[in-house]
Each structure stands twice: as structure tokens, then as C-alpha cells.
């Protein structure tokens, strides 16, 4: 019996359970745009986008934060600007800038001797986490996490009838940025923690969950952050008994409860249809 | 006063195809009017004109003879989209959607207030959807889709409001709704554009028309405009004619006809090319009265050929 309350003896391990809450409710909430706009991948491309910046950044001694949100946000825009000046579609552009910013990326990384491993940025460590990094991954998730909440239906207008919100003089051009800027601040936050392969799947998981679920969007919401929330506590504490990677296992329980929303989804469910 | 200006609007998008050009026209309030042409003509590049989705390469467009910019911060225009347009999978009720008419008067934090909710309950109940509020928006029917989007735009409170093709895949009792309801709006003075290629309905409730081919080819009370000269014009080889007098039907059955169509109101023309209408009430002397006019023509012409 004792043997299982083992993981919250631990400090390391309590940091880890609030971190992993903390970031995976952000990227939730970020999740539910995301699908809902067709943007999945583009949580894929910013987070491989950030490792030239990443690298930049460490060369130069600037925080790894701001190199990692700069190149990001450049891929965001550069794909953007492909899709409008060629006849490329943006799956397209967005393929070819991400690609090849995470190969000059890995390019500069070879040259560029230094404490920065590539596992460290690929899987992240979210056990022993240290007390700065801690402190600065908490208040940029509390500014994204407020930031979207309080943007929401400007950001679901702009999404479900850009045409409504440009009627009404919103500005949509903006808002999308403002999204993709947070999205690029939401994956430099998570990527030090969970790596940013794993990033990827906290940014799409939840939300394609939620919407299976949910008939709402505030109701979307708070399913994907309770499904992202309960598969960091989940995927932890497992972690701890496999002595596995923490965040290989979010990352699984996330992935099956969407199965569980594909199969069991009150009237939606593959195997709730009559 | 309510108006709807473009001066001389050229539109060259960036492939550099010009799909409008020197395109100029005012409507002002109390009118349905109609805005006819075929694929590619125009239509949606004058609409996202008008609505300042884009903006023109020359000329300009002004409403309440403002600029654009302003009619959108003011909300004095509303848009219902054509149904192919929107996501019906997203999670949003018939409520919420609505609701977003209302964004325009709403604070920062998009709360909406009492008279927000009740602007909503109000167009809701308008359109025959109040009991369908909590309905995620894929849950309803064609015609039913079609009214959310048109309720939206009555809550939206704007006195101009422009329809993309509002009666594509729509059955007819729901076209005949829409009509009834955009007639009260007319009352209402409000000014209501509408772009369609069904040209049939046009006649019912339009009472001005706008043609349209790459540039506005002439527009004005419908009467006046939709004669065959400036159809075949505004439609080129595009428009199937079927003259009675040159069928069979004339002969046969005496000149009386009914026209049967699944979706599409068949545009029928009488003898000279005058409108016919279905219903003839109000409009018994419409026969006399061209020939009159005609008559006058001919004096006013046969007189000046005497000078």
C-alpha cells in the first residue's frame, strides 16, 4: 500500500506533478484552436522550427527562451508568407520551412560545442527541474493560459467566420498572430520540460478528444484541460513505477484516452451508434 | 439616410486578373435588390468590396457615404455567408452563433449583456429557431442552417445587410420564409442586397436589380431591367431560352402553360419580353400600361422625325 504513495514523498516529484498539469492545461486549451482551425500541424512545425533558435541563443548567451520563441514565430510567418505569394497550398509551405529550419538547426548544433544535448531538447527533463527554470515556465504558462481566456471568442469568431469578424472590424490578422505567438510561447515553456516531440502531441491530443466529446466550446475547454491535466498526473505517476520517460507517458495516456473518446463518446462513439 | 456607394471599383487581384472593373452604383434604403450574374462575373469580389474584406485597386466604396472602415466598427453592415462557407461541424450551438452578431457593441471581454440576450431572443424567435437554440449547428436541417445565419444579422441590428446566394439547396418553404422576412425588413427601410443566379425568384421580391459581368452593366427598378436585351448581355451564351411561341405549345394547347421546376424558378417572359409574374394582382394592367408607354415612344419619335 505504502509502495504506492511512493511518487509523492518525493519534491522532484510533486514539481513535476504541478508542472506537468500546469503546462499540459495550457497546451489543452491551445490544443482546442488548433484543431478547430486545421492548424494541428502547426505545433509540429513551430516546435522543431525554435532548435536553430535554440542553438543561436546558446552561442550567443541570450536566454535559450527568446532564440527558441524568435525562430518559431518565424517559421509562423514564413510559411505564411509563402502561402500567400506562390501557388503552394499551406501544408506545403509550412512543410518545407519547418524542415529546414530544424535541419539548419541541427547543422549549427554540430558546430557549436556546448551543455546544450539534443536529447535534452528532443525529450526534455521534467524531473529536477531547476528553480529558475521552474519559476519562469510557471508565469509564462499563467500569462499564455490567461492570455487565451480571455482572447477566446474573439479567437473562435476569427476561426469559425473570418468573414463575420472582419464585418464587425475585428482585427483578424492580428488575432492570428497574437495566437501563433502564444502558441510559440506555450512551446518554448513545455519544450525544456517535455521535449519538443512531445510537445507536438500535447498541442492536438486533448483538443481532437474534447471535440469528440463536446458539443460547446467552453464545454470543449474544459474537457480538453481536465483530459490533458488528468493524463500528466496519470501519465507521471506511471512513469515513476516504469521508470520510464515522464513525458512518453503523458503523451500515452493522453493517446488513449482519445481512443476511449473515439470508442465511448456519449452518441458519437463507434461503439455508441445504434 | 442609408446608402450603398461604389465609385468606379476596379479590383485586380494579385494573379493579375481583373475580376471587376469601373463598377459604380447607389442604392439607398427600403429596396430588396438583386445582384445578377453567372460564375465569375463579380459578385463576390463586389461583395467582399462592399464589405471591405478587400479593397479596391482604384476607386472606392462608401456607406452612409462614410468609408468602410468606419461602417464595420459601427456594425452597419451585416453579411450571411453562403451556407458552403461555414464549418457545420464546429462545436458551437445555434445560440452562440447568433450571439456573434452581437460582438461588435460588446467590452473587451465579448460578455454579452441583457439587451444582448434578449437582441438574440428576439431574432431567434423571428426566424422560427428559438426552441432549436441549444442545437450544436450541424444538427439542423438545410433550410434551418440557412436561418441561423440570417437571424445572426438581424441581432447584428445593421440596417444594410447583403446575402451570398441565400437560396442554394433550400427548400421552398424556407426560400419563401426568407422572402417574407427579407419583405419585412424592406418595410422596415432596411436596404438588402442579395446576389443570386436563380433568376426566377428575382421578379417575386426584388424590386431593383443589379447586372453584373466583370462590371455593372446597368441597374434599376426590375421592370425596367431585366428585359431579354441586357439578360442575354449580362449572361452571354450561358442562358437557355425557351420561347412558347416558337414551341409547340402554342399551338397546341391554346397559350396556356404551366412551368414545373425542381429548384430553380424558371425566369417566363410574355410575348414582347415583359415580365410575367406569378401573381397578377396589383399588376392586371401591366399589359395596357407597356402598350401605352410604347405608344407614347413611337408619338415622342414619329415627332421628332418631323422636325
Redesign the interface.
Known amino acids: 500500500m505504502n509502495a504506492l504513495l511512493d511518487p509523492f514523498r518525493f519534491g522532484f516529484m510533486l514539481e513535476a506533478f504541478a508542472m506537468g498539469a500546469l503546462l499540459g492545461a495550457v497546451a489543452a486549451v491551445l490544443s482546442c484552436f488548433l484543431v478547430l482551425r486545421g492548424w494541428s500541424l502547426m505545433g509540429d512545425a513551430v516546435s522543431h522550427a525554435v532548435l536553430p533558435g535554440i542553438v543561436l541563443a546558446s552561442m550567443s548567451g541570450l536566454p535559450l527562451a527568446v532564440g527558441a520563441f524568435v525562430s518559431g514565430l518565424f517559421c509562423a510567418v514564413a510559411s505564411g508568407w509563402i502561402k500567400a505569394h506562390t501557388r503552394l497550398k499551406e501544408d506545403t509551405a509550412m512543410g518545407v520551412a519547418f524542415t529546414g529550419l530544424f535541419a539548419l538547426g541541427l547543422v549549427l548544433m554540430s558546430k557549436h560545442v556546448s551543455d546544450l544535448h539534443l536529447d535534452h531538447v528532443l525529450f526534455g527533463n521534467i524531473l529536477g527541474i531547476p528553480r529558475p527554470q521552474l519559476i519562469e515556465a510557471t508565469v509564462l504558462s499563467v500569462l499564455v493560459l490567461a492570455a487565451v481566456l480571455m482572447l477566446r471568442r474573439d479567437l473562435l469568431l476569427v476561426a469559425f467566420d473570418p468573414a463575420q469578424a472582419r464585418a464587425l472590424g475585428r482585427p483578424v490578422a492580428a488575432l492570428n498572430y497574437t495566437l501563433l505567438t502564444l502558441l510559440s510561447l506555450s512551446i518554448v515553456t513545455s519544450m525544456q520540460l517535455v521535449g519538443l516531440l512531445l510537445v507536438i502531441a500535447m498541442l492536438i491530443t486533448p483538443g481532437a478528444t474534447a471535440f469528440l466529446l463536446a458539443r460547446r466550446f467552453d464545454e470543449m475547454l474544459l474537457k480538453a484541460v481536465l483530459s490533458a491535466v488528468g493524463s500528466a498526473l496519470v501519465g507521471i505517476y506511471v512513469s515513476f513505477f516504469l521508470n520510464g520517460s515522464p513525458a512518453a507517458c503523458i503523451v500515452l495516456v493522453q493517446a488513449l484516452v482519445f481512443v476511449g473518446a473515439l470508442l465511448f463518446a456519449p452518441g458519437k462513439g463507434l461503439l455508441r451508434r445504434a | 439616410m442609408l446608402t450603398l456607394e461604389a465609385n468606379q471599383v476596379t479590383v485586380t487581384y494579385?494573379s493579375g486578373l481583373t475580376a471587376l472593373r469601373d463598377a459604380s452604383l447607389r442604392l439607398s434604403g427600403g429596396t430588396i435588390c438583386a445582384l445578377v450574374g453567372v460564375n465569375g462575373s463579380g459578385k463576390s469580389t463586389l461583395f467582399k468590396s462592399l464589405?471591405?474584406?478587400l479593397t479596391p485597386t482604384h476607386g472606392s466604396v462608401s456607406i452612409n457615404g462614410r468609408p468602410v472602415?468606419e461602417a464595420?466598427?459601427q456594425?452597419w453592415?451585416?453579411?450571411v455567408?453562403q451556407a458552403e462557407?461555414?464549418?457545420w461541424t464546429?462545436?458551437?450551438?445555434v445560440h452562440?452563433?447568433v450571439m456573434?452578431?452581437r460582438?461588435?457593441g460588446m467590452n473587451?471581454?465579448?460578455i454579452p449583456r441583457a439587451s444582448d440576450r434578449a437582441a438574440v431572443e428576439q431574432s431567434l424567435r423571428r426566424v422560427g429557431l428559438w426552441d432549436l437554440r441549444d442545437r450544436?449547428i450541424g444538427e439542423l436541417s438545410g433550410g434551418q442552417k440557412k436561418r441561423v445565419f440570417v437571424a445572426?444579422a438581424l441581432a447584428?441590428s445593421s440596417r444594410i445587410i447583403l446575402l451570398d446566394e441565400p437560396f442554394t439547396g433550400v427548400d421552398v418553404k424556407t426560400e419563401e420564409a426568407i422572402i417574407a422576412l427579407l419583405r419585412e425588413l424592406r418595410a422596415e427601410g432596411c436596404l438588402i442586397l442579395v446576389s443570386t443566379h436563380n433568376l426566377g425568384s428575382v421578379p417575386e421580391f426584388c424590386d431593383q436589380v443589379v447586372l453584373i459581368n466583370r462590371t455593372i452593366l446597368c441597374y434599376g427598378p426590375t421592370d425596367e431591367v431585366f428585359t431579354p436585351e441586357n439578360l442575354t448581355e449580362a449572361f452571354g451564351g450561358a442562358l437557355r431560352a425557351f420561347e412558347f411561341d416558337r414551341s409547340t405549345v402554342e399551338a397546341h394547347d391554346d397559350r396556356q402553360v404551366t412551368v414545373l421546376t425542381d429548384d430553380e424558378r424558371p425566369l417566363v417572359l410574355g410575348k414582347r419580353g415583359h415580365l410575367e409574374y406569378r401573381e397578377r394582382q396589383g399588376r392586371e394592367a401591366l399589359v395596357s400600361e407597356r402598350e401605352e408607354r410604347e405608344r407614347a415612344a413611337r408619338a415622342a419619335k414619329n415627332g421628332a422625325q418631323e422636325d
Open positions: 494579385p464589405m471591405g474584406f472602415r464595420q466598427k456594425s453592415v451585416a453579411y455567408p462557407e461555414v464549418d464546429f462545436p458551437v450551438s452562440d452563433v456573434m452578431g460582438y461588435g473587451f471581454l465579448r450544436q445572426r447584428q
